[in-house]
């Protein structure tokens, strides 16, 4: 059976369904998903069948979609939620590398594929821009070519307005702070890391690396890796807004 929850009172939350035969992993995803903010986890499913049933009784925003269920295949379970009426979007996350499984979830519409084994860092990233483009395409009004173009983008559309950007910031987070790391980040010379970040704020390392990643994840900072003698590779990053700023449109907080 699948795991479902009352959602009453979630407010503005996403709602996700998690679809893992794996129930240790199935664990996993949801507690990664209920660490990035606006995010909740609605239910989770171990089969098809059990997903078909907890999206019509949960009615979630997001499916976490394993391919490898024991029943079907993943991508068999989209077309099926489409036929019973059901507008929620799919993110796949498998094992699966076959180019013709990448080109069926395509095909199927979904708006990202995650391979596993993934950390949580990669998946809250793709969490926080599928609410970002999310919250555009709600808010888009179609006034001529240019507005369908940028629906039809998806992950391709621009940074959005400043105002937009600001409205969006995830829960927790400050335009305050958020213009002060990006004024940080313009004024660097070359790129930074979240260490180097923090230290000329005052910030926290943390705090600097959530607005950092952020920004690459709205598409107004860009990440290279810097690789040690010893230890993971360093991220760093560099403000690519092509003259617009996060916060104002000149830059200025």
């Known amino acids: 059976m699948w795991d479902g929850e009352d959602v009453s009172g979630a407010g503005e939350a996403i709602g ?14 949801r507690a990664y998903v209920e660490r990035v903010d606006s995010f909740r986890v609605v239910g989770v499913a171990g089969s098809g069948e059990q997903a078909l049933s907890a999206v019509d009784e949960l009615r979630p925003d997001l499916v ?8 079907v295949f993943g991508l068999d379970v989209i077309p099926r939620l489409r036929t019973a009426g059901h507008d929620c979007d799919v993110m796949v996350v ?32 793709r969490l926080e821009r599928y609410a970002v483009q999310r919250g555009m395409l709600r808010d888009t009004v179609v006034r001529g070519q240019t507005d369908v173009d940028r629906v039809l983008a998806g992950a391709a559309m621009p940074v959005p ?25 313009r004024e660097a010379e070359g790129s930074l890391s979240a260490s180097e970040c923090a230290r000329l704020t005052g ?18 900072a ?11 590779p360093e991220r760093r990053y560099r403000f690519v807004g092509a003259g617009r700023g ?5 830059g200025r907080a």
């Open 222 to 232: 860009e990440v290279s890796l810097r690789y040690g003698a010893t230890g993971r």
């Open 94 to 125: 498998s094992a699966a590398r076959e180019a013709d499984a990448v080109r069926g979830a395509v095909r199927r519409g979904v708006v990202d594929y995650l391979l596993k084994p993934f950390d949580f860092e990669d998946l809250r990233g």
């Open 16 to 29: 996700v369904l998690v679809v893992d035969d794996d129930f240790r992993v199935a664990r996993v995803h």
């Open 161 to 185: 307005s400043v105002p937009s950007l600001l409205r969006r910031l995830p829960k927790g987070m400050s335009a305050e702070t958020a213009g002060l790391v990006e004024r940080t980040l």
């Open 246 to 250: 996060v916060v104002s449109g000149d």
């Open 64 to 71: 976490l979609l394993d391919l490898y269920l024991p029943d």
């Open 203 to 220: 910030v926290s390392r943390v705090s600097a690396r959530r607005y950092l990643e952020y920004f690459h994840t709205v598409g107004a």
